[in-house]
């Protein structure tokens, strides 16, 4: 959901929505990046994000880049049988269920269908179980199934990637908004915010070290964002690596995410 906001912000790949659908200025053309092709190519599998929601895409497009084809197959109760009872007709709806609703949706694996007697010693049966799952002879995948698409990021962290979508909304908001103002906003470093007000108007010395840190952080989170956006128009998400950046029209950037969110 977040990479769908970096490419709303992206001026990249809103060439590449406009070359797809109402074709490039010769002003578009002079700023075009070297790589466009690939950005092209990241527009052409997610499509146009400018306003579309992200329950619409992910059922759309989404799901078939991220997503896998099946749901995780789990051990499931079918039904619970209490003692000295008979046969029931809700067992046979049970089991029916089991197979025309569940196991399509986990990929119609192999499974066993097991009678698991309750009241005696739980290791007992957990090695019986153990046994007739050996008996079965069927092999592991040493891997799950990846999606098409998989992230870039061996561990995902949405607090880091919320801050810098947050500093990129309020830097398109008030382009001219002092970078340590900016900082606070966005919270670009709880540590070093305690008692810095984004809105004070009259400054005081007692602050001066700490907005002046909190102004150098803010820049190179400003950048970094920046950075995040630019590879997400490139299909690779999330990634903060240094890669040449384009110029970020302020004003275009506010128009793209207001028009996404009317709300604002």
Do not use: C
């Not at 799901?63 to 084809?69: A, L, V």
């Not at 986990?106 to 799952?133: D, F, H, Y």
């Amino acid at each position: 959901m977040l990479m769908l906001e970096f490419l709303r912000i992206s001026p990249s790949y809103e060439l590449a929505r406009k070359e797809r659908n109402e074709g490039l200025t010769r002003q578009d053309k002079k700023v075009l990046p070297k790589d466009f092709e690939q950005v092209l190519k990241t527009y052409d599998e997610f499509g146009d994000v400018s306003t579309i929601r992200f329950d619409e895409w992910w059922l759309t497009k989404g799901i078939y880049i991220y997503g896998t084809e099946f749901a995780k197959p789990r051990a499931r109760l079918i039904a619970n049988v209490v003692k000295d009872e008979d046969i029931d007709p809700n067992f046979h709806r049970a089991l029916d269920h089991h197979f025309e609703k569940i196991r399509p949706e986990e990929g119609k694996g192999p499974a066993l269908i097991l009678a698991v007697p309750l009241g005696i010693n739980k290791r007992t049966i957990l090695s019986q179980i153990s046994k007739l799952i050996d008996q079965s002879k069927v092999a592991i995948p040493v891997k799950a199934k990846k999606s098409a698409r998989p992230l870039d990021a061996k561990r995902l962290r949405k607090d880091p990637l919320l801050m810098s979508v947050n500093i990129l909304w309020n830097k398109a908001k008030d382009p001219e908004l002092e970078l340590w103002r900016l900082g606070v906003i966005a919270k670009v470093s709880p540590k070093n915010l305690d008692g810095l007000d984004a809105t004070v108007k009259k400054l005081t010395v007692k602050t001066a070290d700490q907005r002046t840190k909190t102004a150098i952080l803010t820049s190179r989170a400003l950048k970094k964002a920046k950075n995040i956006v630019e590879h997400a128009a490139r299909g690779s998400y999330p990634n903060s690596s240094p890669i040449e950046l384009p110029s970020f029209d302020w004003g275009e950037v506010y128009g793209r995410v207001k028009n996404a969110r009317l709300k604002l």
